[in-house]
């Protein structure tokens, strides 16, 4: 990214800096206003989706609760973005070990609000909730150093359990 702002600044400097390094730093927020703003976006994801599993038994909660679900946990998923910058954050996303947890990820996310609305199943629904957890779950624990395999291990001794 650095590299792009060198390139991009070096021709058209404008008095001081190039017009990336200004947009830059007019858009740059404070760690404590991130700590914040991932702090609201967090938590407003979690109330999204416990209000969304609140109403799956009301009248038309079925699509309520896919859609307040998914996108609560959308919201907490981006979150993270004010830590660590929403390009870090898609870099990291889309990065060699965890890129097939991410398409996991959105699959489900799209898959859920498939069966809330399109087809309004509610066992199917519910299914694709819970492995829409089970996928943010892996994908969580994936930035966590040799969590997948602590996990990987705890499975199977298990299922080995003969």
């Keep these: ?79 993270t973005c004010f830590l660590m910058g929403p390009l870090s954050q898609l870099k990291k996303m889309f990065a060699k070990t965890r890129i097939i947890a991410t398409i996991l990820v959105v699959i489900m996310f799209v898959l859920t609000l498939v069966c809330a609305f399109a087809l309004k199943n509610p066992a199917l629904t519910i299914v694709c909730c819970v492995l829409q957890f089970v996928a943010l779950t892996w994908y969580s624990i994936s930035y966590i150093p040799f969590a997948r395999d602590a996990v990987k291990k705890c499975f199977g001794s298990c299922l080995d359990m003969d």
Aim: charged share 15%; proline share 1%; with cysteine.
């Design 1 to 79: 990214m650095d590299k792009l702002k060198k390139a991009l600044s070096q021709d058209k400097e404008d008095e001081e800096s190039g017009i990336v390094t200004q947009f830059s730093d007019a858009t740059t927020l404070s760690w404590s206003t991130r700590i914040k703003a991932f702090a609201v976006c967090f938590v407003l994801g979690v109330g999204l989706s416990i209000l969304g599993s609140c109403l799956m038994f009301a009248p038309n909660g079925l699509v309520l609760f896919g859609v307040l679900y998914t996108l609560g946990n959308v919201l907490s998923l981006m979150s």
